[in-house]
């Protein structure tokens, strides 16, 4: 079925439903398609092996403190 034949079919629908129910019908605009989510860069290894120092001296801070 090609799109031109799927609108034929869905007016006759359309037609129909008006003449036989007297009801009327409302069409809705197209969903837009959902924006894609910012890019997020991954943390590299430098990057993880700072934040691991980063912690342990902050443990160590912790621990000279009376």
Sequence with gaps: MTKDELRAELERQEQ???EVYGGAVTTYAAQ???ERKPWRKRATVQDQAFTQELQKMEKELK???P
């Design 32 to 34: 837009p398609e959902p």
């Design 16 to 18: 129909r439903y008006k």
């Design 63 to 65: 621990a000279e403190e």
